[in-house]
């Protein structure tokens, strides 16, 4: 069954070429990336169910075994990743296609022939990200993936796609020579990139030279995952993006980087390390996060914020490195990658009703557009941690375990994690109180300045107002009544699969909980890599480094 | 062990050099720095292997070392990640400069909205 990893990560990309030779036929374009997708989450159900029945799943591509080859590895962790981020790729393309398709007719310019192409090498190098068994493969699935969000970002070229899209490209590229250089010295110190190998051989180094390969890793990964102080980038440059692009970012891309912090924290370096230091990060991401969200005037900003905000309950998790906050934290990842998709899309259905998301010129929305209100309504409350939703029990687990750890910065995390749910309530409430609870805002000054001038000659001013605002009123509704079924299907999609986090709470929380068990106990990614037969090679890591691969 | 001195050195000025650009605003500046630091971490990646004679099939004929070849389908590897990237940003410059004119990424219109001088005129 291992022939199931590959091919998980080869249907997109020959997807992307499909599409790419098919580039002036949409409907073509279309059935193939839905098709491929779609195919892509049945093999990931596959292999969920597998991994989950037998443990981890090893493919050593070309027949080179583990340390020499390129090596496919699927544990829990890495097969639950792989589903939840096919569904949100999934439900994104159709809301992406739904969006095209209403706005052809419109713009037939619009240069939307590379978006299939390049959304499928996205989810790609998500893909590969997850499954791949060894350091230097990693970095090749960071690079596509990156590669396509940069075009993403900027699709379409206009001033401030190109003004968002520079400051993101640029530290990408900068995280990017980060973790390469690491790589370069991890082989130098060791001879191998293989991650299992590595394991072993990486606890036969001094601990000082560990300690400095292990912080290059979570520097490049801290970047990608926007970790403060390394997260200004974010809020910068994705909600300038489509709606779709700037879901499938939030979604994926940064939980990319937690997956990569857990694998390594787990699997390479020493349990617990740099635990403090995480800690204190995790406390500043999330508090500087959501203080930002709050003052923020527009809808994307807000919810790019609270995404930072919010990894630094993961991080949180993954410092605790005890079973506990790993299930935890990885719940927590499943439960934030669908609520902040759904939230983005959200603000994109806010943006085709309404024509803005800046807060201050949004209202009566909920009058005009009672779907979206409960569609914008019930992740909203999710991110915040109101019970019994998935939100909240993340949180609840996490604090468990920061309680269970017992010292004192845990117990201040625990509390800074409280203050940042409840602000988090605070702001997205401001967020759904204006926009969708408060009347219709009155329009521009300038026409108010018309209305004082002409108020003599014409009806009163009260009259005036209220006649502008039932037109607004009803504009907005003709614009929800329009808005096309795809889109509105996809977000329901999503949230309804972040309810069922919540519904079915129990056995996926004891899946996670396994998951990060068979984390903590290397011996079963070891063994499954290497072959049980092949314990650590001791001293072998002095004489023969490098050489093996010779001849 | 001078070797080793002269190319750490080069490593290190190269990742300066680089990285230095990259931080400018001017895109072909950040294109020129990228491929600096490609070069940096290239050789990076070269040191960081055994040297020897070729690692062609059969044995080495006196008894040499053979040299790593892992390090060099590494840097093969990167060469054509850079070679993508480049492309890309250089297609971003060209297009940078249809759109401003100007050599450099243009100002956050976004910013004078949290300057607090035009609370209506910023877009998301």
């Known amino acids: ?551 | 062990m001078t070797g080793t001195i002269i190319l750490a050195l080069t490593i290190g000025g190269l990742f300066a050099c680089g990285i230095y650009l990259m931080l400018s605003r001017n895109l072909i500046r950040v294109l020129l720095g990228f491929l600096l630091a490609g070069h940096a971490i290239n050789l990076l990646l070269l040191v960081s292997g055994v040297g020897g004679v070729p690692p062609i099939v059969g044995e080495p004929s006196n008894g040499e070392a053979v040299a790593d070849p892992i390090p060099q389908a590494l840097i093969l590897t990167s060469i054509v990640i850079s070679l993508a990237v480049s492309t890309f940003l250089l297609a971003m410059a060209y297009r940078n400069y249809q759109v401003t004119r100007e050599p450099e990424v243009a100002d956050d219109l976004a910013d004078s909205e949290y300057a607090g001088s035009d609370p209506s005129g910023g877009q998301e």
């Open chain 1, 1 to 551: 069954m291992s022939w199931l990893l590959p091919l998980a990560v080869i249907l997109p990309l020959a997807g992307a070429g499909i599409t790419l030779v098919a580039s002036r036929r949409p409907r073509i374009q279309r059935v193939i990336s839905l098709g491929v997708l779609a195919a892509q989450l049945i093999v990931e159900f596959a292999v969920l169910v597998q991994v989950n029945d037998t443990g981890p799943m090893v493919m050593h591509i070309g027949g080179w075994t583990a340390p020499f080859g390129i090596t496919l590895v699927a544990d829990q962790l890495a097969a639950f990743m792989l589903v939840v981020s096919t569904i949100v790729a999934f439900a994104v393309l159709v809301y992406a296609i739904s969006q095209g398709m209403a706005d052809e007719s419109e713009t037939p310019e619009t240069p939307v022939s590379i978006f299939h192409p390049t959304f499928l090498i996205l989810t790609a190098g998500v893909t590969n990200a997850f499954v791949s068994g060894d350091l230097f493969n990693l970095f090749v699935s960071f690079e596509i993936l990156l590669t396509a969000s940069y075009v993403l970002l900027t699709i379409g070229g206009t001033r401030e796609r190109l003004r968002a899209g520079a400051p993101y490209i640029v530290v990408s590229l900068l995280s990017s020579l980060i973790f390469l250089s690491a790589i370069a010295m991890i082989y130098a110190a060791t001879g191998t990139v293989n991650m299992a190998d590595l394991s072993v051989k990486l606890a036969q180094l001094p601990a000082g030279i560990v300690a400095t390969l292990q912080a290059l890793l979570l520097v490049a990964f801290g970047v990608k995952a926007a970790i403060f102080p390394m997260s200004a980038w974010l809020p910068d440059s994705y909600p300038s993006a489509p709606a779709p692009a700037t879901a499938v970012f939030a979604g994926l891309l940064t939980k990319v980087g937690i997956y990569a912090i857990i694998r390594v924290q787990t699997l390479l370096f020493p349990p617990g390390s740099f635990g403090t230091l995480l800690m204190i990060a995790a406390l500043l991401t999330m508090l500087v996060g959501i203080l930002g969200a709050i003052a923020q005037s527009g809808v994307k900003r807000l919810l790019s914020f609270t995404l930072v905000s919010h990894i630094g309950y993961m991080l949180f998790g993954i410092a605790l490195a005890s079973q506990a906050s790993l299930g935890a934290a990885i719940y927590y990842v499943a439960h934030h990658i669908l609520v902040q998709a759904a939230l983005f899309l959200g603000a994109g259905l806010i943006e085709r009703v309404a024509g803005t998301t800046v807060i201050a010129r949004l209202g009566g929305l909920a009058a005009a557009a009672p779907v979206l209100a409960i569609l914008f309504f019930v992740p909203a409350m999710n991110l915040a941690g109101v019970p019994p939703l998935s939100g909240f029990l993340g949180k609840v687990g996490l604090f468990e375990a920061g309680v269970a750890d017992g010292r004192v910065l845990a117990l201040i995390l625990v509390a800074g994690g409280a203050l940042t749910s409840l602000l988090t309530l605070y702001a997205i409430v401001r967020v759904w109180g204006r926009a969708f609870w408060r009347p219709v805002p009155e329009v521009t000054g300038l026409e108010d300045g018309r209305d004082a001038l002409e108020t003599e000659s014409g009806r009163p001013l009260a009259v005036r107002r209220r006649a502008q605002r039932e037109a607004q009123r009803r504009i907005t509704s003709e614009e929800a009544a329009r808005l096309p079924i795809g889109m509105v299907g996809a977000t329901t999609a999503i949230v309804a699969v972040g309810l069922l986090l919540t519904v079915g709470a129990g056995p996926i929380y004891g899946f996670t909980d396994r998951a990060a068990a068979s984390l903590l106990d290397r011996n079963v990614y070891v063994n499954a890599v290497l072959g049980s037969g092949a314990p650590a090679p001791p001293g072998a890591s002095g004489t023969d480094e490098g050489t093996g691969g010779g001849g």
